[in-house]
């Protein structure tokens, strides 16, 4: 969404909770006119600056093979020696590239050959990936003569603006258990740093990171997470929220919350039918999407 407003034309303020994000918002959304070179890809791609195996040792038999798990070792080696743009694309490329090369893009499952289909992207070599990637990450770099922002973080700490659009998407709090995507993605947001600062659960199948809290993945602490968002950006323009039917708190509260703030509250709604990630006969798969838009008079 960052990007899109950038090719709109916008200045862009975009924040995320989870790292991974935030360094590609930086690579694309902030940044206007760097690429990463050819040289550059060539360096990462080729031999080792060093001889760290963290990746190699601690992901042993998960994910990827010895090969793919040697190159991320490899390619950080040579982006630890890099800066700013250059360096946010690199991660960008590399995080895209493990991403598309596991199965369903997650890892919360160990099984290499559970979801194997036959597609280019699973065939691949991550090092074949990181240069396909880094030239597509290239190709989106343009300058719309504006200036835009980039971090990571609760929703909470981000400058109160005003703003002329806000846009929201939290995670979806469901009506049980709750919505953590670290465990979903703890691989790509500990590629993103190379896992430095990070704790790894050790005790883990999958070796995934220690959860970090956040008000809008539990149905107990949701609908005052919502609340506060929506009143930190009272005075912008215009307030948009992103959300689904099979998450809690429903639509009609959500229009009453919002509604505290602005008076002008519109519903849209959209079918969907989620197309992995349950059984396909979970009635969760098929669900309403929600667009709130709420305006001042």
């Known amino acids: ?137 290239n190709a989106v770099v343009f300058d719309n003569g504006r200036v835009s922002r980039a971090s990571q973080g609760e929703v909470f700490e981000i400058d109160a603006g005003p703003y002329d659009l806000v846009y929201l998407d939290p995670p979806y709090a469901p009506p049980s258990d709750d919505n953590d995507y670290i465990k979903r993605y703890h691989f790509l947001e500990g590629l993103s740093n190379y896992w430095r600062g990070s704790t790894i659960m050790e005790n883990t199948k999958t070796k995934k990171l220690a959860k970090r809290f956040t008000p809008f993945a539990y149905k107990r602490t949701i609908e005052d997470a919502l609340q506060r968002t929506f009143e930190r950006f009272a005075s912008s323009g215009t307030i948009v929220l992103s959300y689904s039917s099979n998450a809690v708190p429903d639509a009609a509260r959500i229009l009453e919350l919002l509604k505290r703030v602005k008076d002008d509250v519109e519903v849209r709604e959209v079918d969907h039918k989620y197309s992995f990630g349950t059984h396909g006969a979970a009635t969760r798969r098929n669900v309403k999407e929600y667009l709130f838009i709420g305006r001042s008079a």
């Not at 991320?72 to 630890?80: F, K, N």
């Not at 991550?126 to 990450?137: G, Q």
């Open 1 to 137: 969404m960052s990007y899109l407003l950038k090719c709109q034309g916008c200045s862009v303020t975009s924040s995320d909770y989870l790292n991974f994000p935030s360094v590609i918002a930086r690579a694309t959304t902030v940044n206007s006119d760097v690429i990463l070179s050819e040289e550059a890809i060539e360096t990462i791609c080729g031999p080792s600056a060093d001889d760290r195996d963290f990746i190699s040792t601690t992901f042993e038999g998960l994910y990827f093979t010895e090969q793919d798990r040697r190159f991320l070792d490899s390619a950080w080696s040579h982006i630890d020696r890099l800066e700013g743009a250059e360096k946010d694309l690199a991660i960008s490329a590399l995080v895209l590239s493990a991403a598309r090369r596991q199965p369903r893009g997650v890892f919360t499952f160990t099984d290499a050959n559970r979801y194997v289909d036959g597609r280019r992207d699973l065939e691949l070599s991550l090092r074949r990936h990181f240069r396909e990637r880094a030239a597509e990450y």
